[in-house]
Structure formats: structure tokens, C-alpha cells
């Protein structure tokens, strides 16, 4: 009986432990987002010949490539939509592309010859994040 009521408690308190970390996780992952979004916000991504503008941050917390290193990195993902001048059929596909962001937060498939939206993803490290030391490529 007392192995049990040990088991019981061992896993209440790892089940509150895992809850206040993912809690940190996503508070950490809002700071982030923000800074990297207020940053970022007036820079446009200019590619072929086409003007985008970000339209939202998001990010991942932890590492793709290494589960063991995933608490010191942030995967942050800027979001470009196409506001350039465009024919009318590529304007509709941007418009639903925007509608389908809104609601899915993602712009599905990019299939077109000229991109009209982009996904640019970075691995970055939490503590440069922190002390304001980001510096993205985005040409």
C-alpha cells in the first residue's frame, strides 16, 4: 500500500511539474514572438521582383535536429504575404491565401511558379533571443 500511495504522488507532482514547464514553454515562446515580430515588422522581403510583407511570427520551442539541446533553441517561423501590384487571378490566390492563414494559421501549399508567400524558419538559441541579440537574414 505504501508503494502505491508513493506512485500516486510521484506522478501528481510530475504531472504539475510537466504542466509548469509547458506553461514557461509557451510564455517564453509569446516574449520571443513578439520581440522578433516588433523587430522585424517594418523590414520587407523583396524577391523576384515582388514587395512582402510579414504578417506573423510564430514559433516552436525546443529543436528539431537535436531532442537532447531542444531547451536552449526556439524555431521562429516569419510568415510574408505578397503586396505587390498583382494580376487579378494571382491577387485572388494571395486573398485566399490570407483567409486560410487567418484560420489554419498556415498558407498551404505554394505550388505557383512565382511564389506569392513565403515561410522563412530560423533556429535560434533562447539566450540571444532574451538579451535582443537577433539578427535574421531575410534577403
Known sequence: MEILKF????MQERFIAAKTVEALEKELSE?????VKKMYLEKRLIRDNLLFELIDVTSRYGSYTDEFSYRD???IKLHYLCISKLPK????KVDEAR???DKDKHFGWNNLK???????????EIENCLSD???LDIS
Do not use: F, H, T
Open 7 to 10: 506512485l500516486n504522488k510521484s
Open 31 to 35: 516574449i520571443i514572438e513578439a520581440k
Open 73 to 75: 533553441k526556439i524555431n
Open 89 to 92: 487571378d494571382k491577387q485572388l
Open 99 to 101: 483567409i486560410k492563414y
Open 114 to 124: 512565382v511564389q506569392l508567400w513565403y515561410e522563412l524558419n530560423y533556429e535560434l
Open 133 to 135: 541579440k537577433i539578427n
